[in-house]
Nanobody, 124 residues
């Protein structure tokens, strides 16, 4: 299995920034698409952003466009999520996920084969 480990979460004030990291045990055909998802208490898990590891093409959810940036370092098998202008509504557990096919043009949680344990982000 592809092992995913998230890090970088924490507590920050409104308007602040954080950078999350997702380290993958492999960058292969089983992780062609990597994504960040989040889940707040009492809410369903929702997609934040995805990246096609082949060429770095990103895809963002409407609520984070212009504030969050997804990127990768292929030499480190790591995907990043830079989060700026954070808001209280961004508070959630953030998860990294991987799938073997191309990134779909949506942020549905279905279809991702591997998930990390999550890292908590709290904005107050």
């Amino acid at each position: 299995d592809v092992q995913l480990v998230e890090s970088g979460g924490g507590s920050v004030q409104t308007g602040g920034s954080l950078r999350l990291s997702c380290s993958s045990s492999e960058y292969t055909s089983r992780s062609n698409c990597m994504g960040w998802f989040r889940q707040a208490p009492g809410k369903e898990r929702e997609g934040v952003a995805t990246i096609y590891t082949g060429d770095g093409s990103p895809y963002y959810g409407d609520s984070v466009k212009g504030r969050f940036t997804i990127s990768q370092d292929t030499s480190k098998n790591t995907v990043y999520l830079r989060m700026d202008s954070l808001r209280p509504e961004d508070t959630a557990m953030y998860y990294c996920a991987a799938r073997g096919d191309d990134c779909p043009l949506n942020l549905d949680t279905a279809g991702y084969d591997f998930w990390g344990q999550g890292t908590q982000v709290t904005v107050s």
